[in-house]
């Protein structure tokens, strides 16, 4: 027990440092509203502690005659260490990973080993840059090892014969409440299910939810874990009325031949942008092309990761299960994407990423979206290697364009940009040339923006660029420092521009936009006749709904022009006036506040989405 009260102290300092690190990202109207999160989070911290520990736990209550022996508690010793060591790990990594997806890291962040060569070629640089984790967790280690030296030394008892046998009795019954209380406490308590990662939002601030988690807790509990079950809130018939996932063309209009290249920023937040936020600009060249864009002023991310966001703009997936579509179970359904679909019109589709073949799964992607090639760092060369993720922003835009000049138009091509991403680098010989922001992503943000503009202006002088559409967007936003865009809303905000050469498509769209929505309006643009499966509609249809959906944390957002409303599964936790409360401090939700409508239309996007998911009908 004693032993078991030194993690118990562990987890509360390892969670008072989260919170150090992480004070901004989080809600507090009071005092006790802290001690709150902090006391709630007992429970969670008792569940990770129980199962982590339950080798160590069963070890020191079996009633073996060798337990009092000096060698047997020495082994209890490394049995206790070697697992705390890694969970306590896993939580100091979140202190710095929080800022990034803002939610406790779950086990689906392993999967991240078996795709391509990136932990292996990033894990250098992480631990250059994040060196100062290693002495939390350093010390962590050492109070815990001190601690239990101290105050439960390694002895050896040796009782007397007379009283082996009551021992052996008394550790028998031991036994059995100890093994009882441990399937009570890994469960969370005695309620009919067991304690999830969703509970934490239930009696606290939502956005605070990941305070009162931790992450040992998180891992635990989504290992494993079947991403989506059967939900039904309607009927089927219903659902579809309120949102239509099931697209198609209306009227005989011709197709539009338009060439199509969709470009991926990443890590890039709408704060970062000028003619965005009308601050300061770290994007002076996507300022000068927005004059002559149509601008989505709402724009939204539908996850906080790439291997999320990527499948959200290129085939319409929303992220609204636990694991990402791409490590999942159903990584083997059958999709429809913007390649699928315009190469049955003739179109000629290929995805670009400069990354190291296998990052994150996105060739496997491309192949299951339909593009007829991936081009990746392998296909570049090994040249211009920035040491990290792949091949230089700048370098591979250009590589970009020589293929495009061998392809047929018409054409459709995903480009996705890296040099933004962590560890941010820029090029050696560009040094001094990108003035430091206030974080460190700034200079890349510079660096990849100028990249950007050097991409338009060789592309401008190609025999394509008059009649190709061009679509602007981030895979996800990146570390925001406003406190406007470190709320459930603002960090899901990206810039996102449609440009047509010479055309009329430009102007500034307040309409609620997100990421899904990019596939339904560049074939409605287009003109596109064939059916097609979405799960966003076409910004310019005026008879659609418009919104943006997310999920973390086992809780489903959903953003329109008013209104943030969350929900758990089964009720509303969280409704808020993103108008007149544009920090989300007041839950509306509690004053009764009506919010039937969005919630109808979040319940019809769950049960499509979980549905289509289970049964394989995520094309038309």
């Not at 962590?140 to 007379?162: D, K, Q, V």
């Not at 605070?208 to 988690?213: F, R, S, W």
């Not at 704060?271 to 002076?284: A, I, M, Q, R, V």
């Not at 008013?562 to 808020?576: D, H, K, M, P, R």
Request: charged residues 15%; glycine residues 6%; contains cysteine.
């Amino acid at each position: 027990a004693r032993r078991l009260l030194i993690l118990y102290g562990l987890y509360f300092l390892v969670r008072l440092t989260f919170l150090a690190f992480n004070y901004s990202y989080f809600s507090f109207n009071s005092g006790g509203q802290l001690l709150l999160a902090f006391f709630l989070g007992i429970r969670f911290d008792t569940s990770a502690i129980v199962m982590s520990n339950g080798l160590f736990i069963l070890l020191s209550v079996l009633p073996l005659p060798f337990w009092h022996r000096r060698w047997y508690q020495r082994t209890l010793l490394f049995v206790f260490l070697v697992p705390n060591a890694f969970f306590i790990l896993m939580n100091c990594v979140d202190f710095s990973f929080f800022p990034f997806i803002q939610k406790r890291m779950a086990a689906d962040v392993f999967e991240l080993f078996r795709l391509g060569e990136d932990m292996a070629n990033t894990l250098p640089s992480l631990f250059a840059d994040f060196w100062f984790l290693l002495i939390f967790w350093a010390a962590f280690m050492a109070l815990a090892w001190w601690a239990y030296l101290r105050w439960t030394p390694l002895r050896e008892i040796r009782p007397s014969p007379g009283f082996r046998i009551t021992q052996a009795l008394a550790k028998a019954l031991l036994l059995i409440l100890v093994v009882g209380c441990s399937i009570v406490a890994a469960r969370g308590g005695i309620q009919l299910k067991p304690l999830r990662i969703i509970a934490a939002a239930e009696h606290t601030y939502p956005g605070n939810a990941p305070l009162v988690l931790n992450t040992t807790f998180s891992i635990i509990r989504s290992f494993g874990k079947q991403p989506v079950a059967e939900t039904r809130y309607m009927d089927e018939d219903k659902a579809a009325g309120v949102f239509n996932t099931d697209k198609k063309a209306e009227g005989d209009a011709e197709l539009l031949p338009y060439n199509v290249v969709l470009i991926l920023l990443e890590s890039f937040s709408k704060e970062y942008c000028g003619f965005l936020n009308g601050t300061t600009s770290y994007t002076p060249f996507l300022d000068s092309l927005a004059a002559h864009s149509l601008v989505c002023l709402n724009a939204y991310a539908n996850t906080r990761v790439s291997i999320e966001g990527v499948p959200a703009s290129i085939a319409s997936l929303p992220a609204l299960m636990d694991e990402p579509f791409i490590t999942s179970m159903y990584s083997g359904n059958q999709i429809n994407s913007l390649a699928s679909a315009l190469k049955k019109e003739g179109y000629q589709t290929a995805f670009f990423h400069g990354g190291n073949n296998g990052t994150m799964g996105f060739d496997m992607l491309a192949r299951a979206g339909g593009f007829d090639s991936y081009m990746g760092r392998k296909e570049y060369g090994s040249h211009d290697y920035d040491g990290h993720w792949g091949v230089f922003d700048h370098r591979f835009y250009r590589y970009f364009i020589a293929r495009i000049n061998e392809m047929s138009p018409p054409f459709a091509s995903v480009f996705m940009s890296l040099s933004s991403h962590h560890p941010y680098s820029v090029p050696t010989y560009f040094e001094g040339m990108f003035p430091e922001g206030t974080l460190p992503i700034h200079k890349s943000v510079r660096y990849a923006d100028y990249a950007l503009g050097l991409f338009f202006e060789e592309a401008a002088r190609q025999d394509w660029f008059d009649r190709t559409l061009f679509v602007i967007t981030a895979d996800h936003s990146g570390p925001n420092e406003s406190p406007l865009y470190q709320t459930r809303k603002g960090i899901y905000e990206i810039p996102l521009l449609y440009y047509l050469p010479g055309s009329d498509l430009a102007g500034r769209m307040e309409t609620v936009t997100q990421q899904t929505d990019i596939m339904p309006t560049v074939l409605g643009l287009l003109r596109y006749p064939g059916p097609f499966v979405s799960f966003g509609n076409n910004l310019f249809d005026n008879r659609a709904p418009h919104f943006a959906v997310q999920y973390f944390d086992g809780t489903y957002q959903l953003i329109n022009d008013s209104l943030v409303i969350q929900f758990n599964g089964e009720s509303v936790t969280a409704l808020y006036n993103h108008r007149n409360d544009p920090l989300l401090r007041d839950n509306l939700y509690t004053s009764g506040a009506s919010h039937a409508e969005p919630l109808r239309l979040l319940q019809s996007c769950i049960q499509q989405f979980n549905r289509r998911m289970l049964q394989n009908q995520l094309t038309p």
